[in-house]
């Protein structure tokens, strides 16, 4: 593996970084990605983070719960918040009202019936305003350099854009950070995996299904299979097949 | 009186105007400027409307059952989305949770407390997301004007970043159009009442406080009473005062 400074080096701007020590705000998931930066920013950036779930009526909301414990762990302030109209109004297979989840890459069109409409701008957009009330100076997102294919608002010309809005967004300097924007899943788990203590993937879960184990079909889970195996090392979740 | 026409031609350019018979969505209050937005959209631009009211724990709902009335007049499918997370978790005196209402203009250093961090932008992504998810081609805003000067999430710069990040959050073609970004309440209100039927302003709500009838000295009442007066017509909405 790669050391953290080694990673950052090759990635680094002014738009991906908060500064050491700085306030900020973070949509967490439960997924690797965004459990790894709120590691990443509470560790090595010394940030003070406060993090925001969203259940916005997925098929299942296992991933919150391996949120909260990682905001435990940290000390971090940790809000759910449920957005019940994005099931009730939007369609997506992503949602318990759409259709079954597709198997197979993320590459593949059938991945893009997972598109939820505009959810990343939703979510930053609550975030922001839950930040800008509490004095938080920025919102960190996890998106990275494998989203972009299918998401369109996974992109960094659309993180970009909505960067520059939310800057407009209220008199006081708020901005968005995306540290892992460049990086691909190998790069993210090499930082994860080196932050003291490494941060725990058994307690992070990335499937898109429902079920007591990750599937290790779906396009999401064979992105995270093909992640430890460039490396080397052992996924410590546990799967179906 | 100037004539619909003449006011338009002042102000159009291809941000501030959706095609004619285009399919939008709209943030509607309830208020002056969102209720005129529609009428005008529905009757001048022939557009197929749907629109969305946000119940964010506002001190009153009062306007929200006159952006009912207008949709059922008009044929126009309307959604309230209630976001009890703003009362909970935000800090500003607009919400239940917050200070008392001050007095006086809207230019004033005291109506800044009535700024809901982000709110615009909240609204925005969450109509889209629902125009996306429905075929929608535009998502119309009714801010104008007057309001930038205390609101930075009503300023030309941040409608148009917006429309820039809106414009980039899907795959299919989806935009903003602020219709009445460079125009004063008084054109708005010129346009309205001009309308084939005009729109009834004792149907629409625009006091900050929750009264029986209108204070008539919050900023909001001031600017409105202001307005009427400017085109020497009686507000036929009743006033406390």
């Given at each position: 593996?790669?050391?953290?400074?080694?990673?950052?080096?090759?990635?680094?701007?002014?738009?991906?970084?908060?500064?050491?020590?700085?306030?900020?705000?973070?949509?967490?998931?439960?997924?690797?990605?965004?459990?790894?930066?709120?590691?990443?920013?509470?560790?090595?950036?010394?940030?003070?983070?406060?993090?925001?779930?969203?259940?916005?009526?997925?098929?299942?909301?296992?991933?919150?719960?391996?949120?909260?414990k990682?905001?435990e762990?940290?000390?971090?302030?940790?809000h759910?918040?449920?957005l019940?109209?994005?099931?009730?109004?939007?369609?997506?297979?992503?949602?318990?009202?759409?259709?079954?989840?597709?198997?197979?890459?993320?590459?593949?069109?059938?991945?893009?019936?997972?598109v939820?409409?505009?959810?990343?701008?939703?979510?930053?957009?609550?975030a922001v305003?839950?930040?800008?009330?509490?004095?938080?100076?920025?919102?960190?997102?996890?998106?990275?350099?494998g989203?972009?294919?299918?998401?369109?608002?996974?992109?960094?010309?659309?993180?970009?854009?909505?960067?520059?809005?939310?800057?407009?967004?209220?008199w006081?300097?708020?901005?968005?950070?995306?540290?892992?924007?460049r990086?691909t899943?190998?790069?993210?788990?090499?930082?994860?995996?080196?932050?003291?203590?490494?941060?725990?993937?058994?307690?992070t879960?990335?499937?898109?299904?429902?079920?007591?184990?990750?599937?290790?079909?779906?396009?999401?889970?064979?992105?995270?299979?093909?992640?430890?195996?460039?490396?080397?090392?052992?996924?410590?979740?546990?799967?179906?097949?």
């Open positions: 593996m790669r050391s953290i400074e080694d990673i950052l080096a090759a990635f680094t701007d002014d738009t991906l970084l908060p500064p050491i020590g700085s306030k900020g705000i973070l949509i967490l998931s439960g997924g690797m990605d965004s459990v790894t930066l709120l590691h990443f920013l509470v560790k090595e950036r010394k940030c003070t983070m406060s993090a925001i779930s969203f259940d916005y009526g997925q098929k299942h909301a296992k991933e919150i719960s391996f949120a909260k990682h905001c762990a940290l000390g971090v302030k940790h759910v918040i449920a019940p109209f994005i099931g009730s109004l939007f369609e997506s297979a992503l949602l318990e009202t759409g259709a079954a989840i597709p198997d197979g890459h993320y590459q593949e069109e059938n991945m893009k019936q997972t939820v409409p505009n959810r990343n701008m939703i979510m930053s957009a609550i305003g839950y930040g800008q009330s509490t004095g938080a100076s920025f919102l960190a997102l996890g998106v990275h350099a989203d972009h294919a299918i998401y369109p608002d996974c992109r960094a010309e659309f993180v970009d854009a909505l960067r520059h809005a939310i800057e407009l967004s209220d006081n300097p708020f901005t968005v950070f995306a540290p892992f924007q990086m899943k190998v790069e993210i788990l090499e930082i994860g995996l080196q932050l003291s203590p490494p941060v725990d993937y058994g307690e879960w990335t499937c898109y299904k429902g079920g007591e184990k990750a599937c290790g079909t779906c396009g999401s889970c064979q992105e995270r299979l093909e992640a430890f195996a460039k490396i080397g090392i052992r996924d410590p979740q546990g799967y179906d097949k």
